[in-house]
């Protein structure tokens, strides 16, 4: 079992940076050893939980969606369990609820192949 917590969300302005953080507990990310990936997700009004990064946990491969892909960097701690989200340039259709969750087989772009997930952490974009 992992429980994810997701902090570093809040209220900023067009162009502004905000990094999140997703901090695992309960059983260590490093023991997915070949193939589990852990990823951000988000959800804004009305709309469809996204894909927008995920990092493959043993190895380190990146993924991105791309709507974020040069303005968002996802990466891991491994001793502190921990993945963040550095989002940079931030624009007003960033805003949503953000995700982050735990594939236990490996990285996928589908919200329905992730096995744990953590509350969410609202960013919201003013212009």
């Known amino acids: 079992q992992v429980q994810l917590v997701e902090s570093g969300g809040g209220l900023v302005q067009a162009g502004d940076s905000l990094r999140l953080s997703c901090a695992a507990s309960?059983?260590?990310?490093?023991?997915?050893?070949?193939?589990?990936?852990v990823a951000w997700f988000r959800q804004g009004p009305g709309k469809a939980r996204e894909f927008v990064a995920g990092?493959?946990?043993?190895?380190?491969?990146?993924y991105y969606a791309d709507s974020v892909k040069g303005r968002f960097t996802i990466s891991r701690d491994n001793a502190k369990n921990t993945v963040y989200l550095q989002m940079n340039s931030l624009k007003p259709e960033d805003t949503a609820v953000y995700y982050c969750?735990?594939?236990?087989?490996?990285?996928?772009?589908?919200?329905?192949?992730?096995?744990?997930w953590g509350q969410g952490t609202q960013v919201t974009v003013s212009s």
């Open positions: 309960g059983r260590t990310l490093g023991r997915y050893q070949m193939g589990g990936a």
């Open positions: 969750a735990v594939d236990r087989a490996g990285i996928s772009f589908s919200a329905v192949d992730y096995d744990y």
């Open positions: 990092i493959n946990w043993s190895v380190g491969g990146t």
